[in-house]
């Protein structure tokens, strides 16, 4: 029997079904988090066939005597995985001091995790890149600015999602940044790009061909959510764009992607501009695991499938013949609490019930990018998710 350790197998609360599926596929599942057992959902204690608890997944030792137990007891550790990006770089670490050859080792993680590193790669599959300058000092900053012009964007070159991102407009902001900033981070800056977000998901078999692929789009930053507390808006796509796809496929090749479930976000510009005309797709950055937060169900709602299983089949049989149904817009609404929203919660869920396949509150871990309380839908068509999305943030006329 093939063991697959899985890393926080409890966070995000969802992901015990990439485990129940490893398990109806013949894998040995092996847990370990800092959870407690008994607060375990019962789903994801059957989904596991032993869960080694830790007082902090931030100790490495402590998960890598949690993997060696498992070695000792079951034998050679086939797979190792948390799909999740904030422990990408342990689970490379741990893969690379146990032999683990089944994913991504610590020597790769300068292309797969820092957003300078990236770069090369996405200019070796033919897609442009912004200029980008590594924030040093104020003389260094202000030749870059000189180049590009203002605004910049300034965030941690190895970041998870949009924090200590910053848009940077003015001299003055340069200065506020640079005489703030964490001292211990390096920073990338980049020239400004005006457009929407556009991803490519997919999961990818050990010969980095694709064996489901679908994709999102985010019409405000998540930058623009984080740092002005807006709502969070994104949607599944009904069918990924040819140009989309293309350049998701080009960026498989050329990052040397195999056995992974994947995250590529790219621009779509929405005018003309330095990196090319209105509409190019061009790179933003990799993500070497799923879209966050509840988007593997929008997946589902949107291709009527289920991804949770392609990918257990991908890492069990290296294929999945899984169906796809109709499909679907899948959108997310994502309220801030606090806002004087026109349609209360009772009305704007009970207006869109037939429509309306999750409701939730967002865990605080969360919250920054998404919002406090969330709504996923299906609609048919684009028109009538524009309207689901006008009624989620209209705001009364007297406030």
């Given at each position: 029997?093939?063991?697959?350790?899985?890393?926080?197998?409890?966070?995000?609360?969802?992901?015990?079904?990439?485990?129940?599926?490893?398990?109806?596929?013949?894998?040995?599942?092996?847990?370990?988090?800092?959870?407690?057992?008994?607060?375990?959902?019962?789903?994801?204690?059957?989904?596991?066939?032993?869960?080694?608890?830790?007082?902090?997944?931030?100790?490495?030792?402590?998960?890598?005597?949690?993997?060696?137990?498992?070695?000792?007891?079951?034998?050679?550790?086939?797979?190792?995985?948390?799909?999740?990006?904030?422990?990408?770089?342990?689970?490379?670490?741990?893969?690379?001091?146990?032999?683990?050859?089944?994913?991504?080792?610590?020597?790769?993680?300068?292309?797969?995790?820092?957003?300078s590193g990236m770069k090369e790669y996405y200019q070796a599959a033919g897609i442009r890149t912004a200029r980008y300058h590594i924030v040093d000092d104020y003389d260094g900053c202000i030749k870059f600015i000189n180049e590009v012009g203002y605004p910049v964007i300034v965030k941690p070159d190895n970041g998870v999602g949009a924090s200590h991102t910053y848009k940077l407009k003015n001299e003055w902001g340069l200065w506020e940044f640079l005489?703030?900033?964490?001292?211990?981070?390096?920073?990338?800056?980049?020239?400004?790009?005006?457009?929407?977000?556009?991803?490519?998901?997919?999961?990818?078999?050990?010969?980095?061909?694709?064996?489901?692929?679908?994709?999102?789009?985010?019409?405000?930053?998540?930058?623009?959510?984080?740092?002005?507390?807006?709502?969070?808006?994104?949607?599944?796509?009904?069918?990924?764009?040819?140009?989309?796809?293309?350049?998701?496929?080009?960026?498989?090749?050329?990052?040397?992607?195999?056995?992974?479930?994947?995250?590529?976000?790219?621009?779509?510009?929405?005018?003309?501009?330095?990196?090319?005309?209105?509409?190019?797709?061009?790179?933003?950055?990799?993500?070497?695991?799923?879209?966050?937060?509840?988007?593997?169900?929008?997946?589902?709602?949107?291709?009527?499938?289920?991804?949770?299983?392609?990918?257990?089949?991908?890492?069990?049989?290296?294929?999945?013949?899984?169906?796809?149904?109709?499909?679907?817009?899948?959108?997310?609404?994502?309220?801030?609490?606090?806002?004087?929203?026109?349609?209360?919660?009772?009305?704007?869920?009970?207006?869109?019930?037939?429509?309306?396949?999750?409701?939730?509150?967002?865990?605080?871990?969360?919250?920054?990018?998404?919002?406090?309380?969330?709504?996923?839908?299906?609609?048919?068509?684009?028109?009538?998710?524009?309207?689901?999305?006008?009624?989620?943030?209209?705001?009364?006329?007297?406030?």
């Amino acid at each position: 029997m093939r063991n697959f350790v899985f890393i926080s197998p409890n966070f995000p609360t969802n992901y015990w079904m990439f485990c129940r599926e490893l398990k109806q596929n013949g894998l040995r599942v092996l847990g370990i988090g800092d959870q407690p057992y008994d607060e375990l959902n019962l789903d994801l204690k059957s989904s596991l066939d032993e869960y080694y608890k830790v007082a902090s997944l931030e100790n490495y030792e402590e998960v890598y005597r949690a993997v060696g137990f498992f070695i000792h007891k079951y034998g050679r550790i086939d797979w190792l995985e948390s799909n999740n990006e904030y422990w990408l770089e342990q689970d490379a670490r741990l893969r690379t001091d146990f032999h683990i050859t089944s994913g991504w080792q610590t020597a790769d993680l300068g292309r797969i995790k820092y957003k300078s590193g990236m770069k090369e790669y996405y200019q070796a599959a033919g897609i442009r890149t912004a200029r980008y300058h590594i924030v040093d000092d104020y003389d260094g900053c202000i030749k870059f600015i000189n180049e590009v012009g203002y605004p910049v964007i300034v965030k941690p070159d190895n970041g998870v999602g949009a924090s200590h991102t910053y848009k940077l407009k003015n001299e003055w902001g340069l200065w506020e940044f640079l005489s703030t900033k964490e001292p211990k981070v390096r920073y990338i800056m980049e020239e400004f790009v005006t457009a929407e977000v556009n991803s490519y998901d997919a999961i990818i078999d050990s010969n980095g061909k694709p064996i489901f692929e679908t994709g999102n789009v985010t019409p405000n930053s998540i930058m623009d959510i984080v740092n002005n507390n807006d709502n969070s808006l994104y949607y599944i796509v009904k069918d990924l764009a040819d140009d989309v796809r293309a350049a998701g496929r080009a960026t498989v090749k050329s990052f040397g992607v195999r056995s992974r479930f994947v995250h590529f976000e790219f621009f779509r510009l929405t005018c003309d501009q330095y990196m090319g005309k209105k509409g190019d797709v061009v790179a933003l950055e990799v993500n070497m695991r799923p879209c966050g937060g509840f988007s593997p169900d929008m997946m589902n709602y949107a291709n009527s499938t289920d991804v949770y299983k392609i990918w257990a089949d991908m890492i069990a049989f290296d294929r999945s013949t899984k169906p796809q149904g109709p499909h679907y817009f899948c959108a997310f609404a994502g309220r801030r609490d606090g806002k004087p929203f026109l349609m209360n919660h009772e009305e704007f869920a009970a207006k869109y019930s037939k429509q309306m396949r999750m409701m939730e509150r967002i865990p605080d871990a969360l919250s920054g990018a998404m919002g406090n309380q969330m709504y996923v839908a299906v609609f048919p068509t684009e028109e009538e998710m524009n309207a689901f999305y006008a009624d989620a943030t209209r705001l009364r006329s007297d406030s």
